[in-house]
Nanobody, 122 residues
Framework: QVQLVESGGGLVQAGASLRLSCAASGRTFSSYAMGWFRQAPGKEREFVAGINWSGSDTYYADSVKGRFTISRDNAKNTVYLQMNSLKPEDTAVYYC???????????????WGQGTQVTVSS
């Protein structure tokens, strides 16, 4: 059974940067796509960014394109989300997820972390 542990969240001011990490264990990390999702209070969970098994293909939500970068280190079983130029609307709990393919739909991912809180003040 896969286990995912996120870290790196916190409280920052608008315009600042944060780097989230997600460490995976329990199955062959390099064989699976990884995704980052977020959920703000009162809103549905939404796709943020995804990366395929090798790191050669990435995909971003329009709301974060140009500001966020997803990457992975298969030797360390870790996926990252570099978040720059943060905005108050980026405030949410951020989750990493693992699945067979790089897709937007949360239902396609079968392993989830517990989430890390990101709060951006104006």
């Amino acid at each position: 059974q896969v286990q995912l542990v996120e870290s790196g969240g916190g409280l920052v001011q608008a315009g600042a940067s944060l780097r989230l990490s997600c460490a995976a264990s329990g199955r062959t990390f390099s064989s699976y796509a990884m995704g980052w999702f977020r959920q703000a209070p009162g809103k549905e969970r939404e796709f943020v960014a995804g990366i395929n098994w090798s790191g050669s293909d990435t995909y971003y939500a329009d709301s974060v394109k140009g500001r966020f970068t997803i990457s992975r280190d298969n030797a360390k079983n870790t996926v990252y989300l570099q978040m720059n130029s943060l905005k108050p609307e980026d405030t949410a709990v951020y989750y990493c997820a693992t699945g067979r393919q790089l897709v937007v739909a949360a239902t396609a991912y079968d392993g989830w972390g517990q989430g890390t809180q990101v709060t951006v003040s104006s």
